[in-house]
């Protein structure tokens, strides 16, 4: 089986911007810069066969390049504590409509729809046991805009589950235009 899921990699230049601002919040796992995505689509386990249909229907996806600029920090909560530390993007509208033509890829290959509400974002730390105080975190790196940076691919990726976080490997690339 394959875990799968579809994201954009942001440039080297934003991600050395994201791992300088890494630091300085208790109980925070910090994502490494291979780690550094924005899902546009989890897809789960799937068998090969079916991870085949999905790498051929994204193929199909057409969408423009466009630009995005990181913009607030945010926090996603489970169980009422903090397990998860973003970085968001703006602007919403080409990211959004990209990740409606990924989910309709995803389901012609034969998969159910995307259950939950799209919130693009860039996860920065995740937390086992909750986070610590965030507000020194948020001030310092939250209501900057980076400079914009090009979304020119997206890529299918495969994600393995180890003792230090998860790993993540490109498996198809495709461009936009
Ligand atoms: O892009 P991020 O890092 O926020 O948390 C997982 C990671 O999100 C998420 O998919 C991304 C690549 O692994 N993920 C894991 N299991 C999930 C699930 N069952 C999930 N997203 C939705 N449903």
Not at 24 to 36: E, H, I, K, S, Y
Not at 46 to 51: L, P, Y
Not at 167 to 173: G, H, M, N, T, V
Request: hydrophobic share 40%.
């Amino acid at each position: 089986m394959h875990r799968l899921f579809v994201a954009i990699r942001p440039p080297a230049t934003i991600r050395a911007l994201l791992l300088g601002s890494m630091g300085g919040v208790p109980g925070a796992r910090w994502q490494d810069d291979d780690q550094l995505h924005l899902t546009l689509r989890f897809i789960g386990e799937v068998d090969r066969h079916v991870a085949a249909d999905v790498a051929a229907a994204l193929g199909s996806v057409r969408h423009p390049p466009f630009e995005l600029s990181l913009s607030e920090i945010g926090t996603f909560d489970r169980k009422g504590r903090i397990d998860t530390l973003w970085a968001g993007v703006r602007p919403h509208d080409d990211v959004e409509a990209l990740h409606r033509k990924v989910d309709q890829a995803v389901v012609r290959a034969g998969l159910p729809p995307e259950g939950r509400a799209f919130q693009p974002h860039i996860t920065l730390a995740r937390f086992t046991r909750g986070a610590g105080d965030l507000s020194g975190f948020v001030s310092a790196h939250g209501g900057t805009s980076s400079q914009p940076f090009a979304v020119a691919h997206f890529g299918l990726y495969e994600s393995t589950l180890g003792s230090e976080g998860a790993r993540y490997e490109l498996i198809e690339r495709y461009a936009l235009g």
